[in-house]
């Protein structure tokens, strides 16, 4: 199963820092509408292919981060990505990867705690 992940342009991202809607820690955004936090890496979406040519890696409407780049060896300049023959206009921004907060684990059943007190309760105290 694949990680959902957020794109945000950079225009976008203007616009929620404006509004209040996000704040920026380090490289960690927080949607302050509904608390949610994302980890942020420069990415990049693809708008379309614009030499022509078939579209033979199937990029167009595809969001990639910085690292995915690399890994394909694709050239990004402003405002466009060059992988092989192929050139791609793009819209620069940010893609975030939601942060899995440490207390998010589940909290055991109010009945689970109440056996778990007992049997130590038993097991302390009944010979």
């Given at each position: ?64 981060d910085a690292e995915q ?7 990004l300049m402003s405002g ?48």
């Amino acid at each position: 199963m694949t990680m959902c992940r957020l794109f945000l342009s950079q225009v976008a991202l203007d616009q929620w820092l404006g509004e209040g809607r996000a704040k920026i820690e380090g490289e960690e955004l927080t949607d302050t509408t509904t608390g949610h936090k994302f980890r942020l890496i420069t990415g990049v979406r693809f708008v379309s292919e614009v030499t022509g040519a078939p579209d033979t890696a199937q990029l167009v409407g595809k969001v990639k981060d910085a690292e995915q780049l690399e890994a394909l060896q694709a050239e990004l300049m402003s405002g466009s990505v060059v992988l092989g023959d192929n050139a791609y206009e793009v819209q620069e921004g940010f893609v975030g990867t939601p942060v899995v907060m440490a207390d998010a684990a589940p909290k055991p059943k109010p009945r689970a705690a109440t056996i778990a007190s007992l049997q130590a309760f038993f097991l302390n105290n009944v010979k």
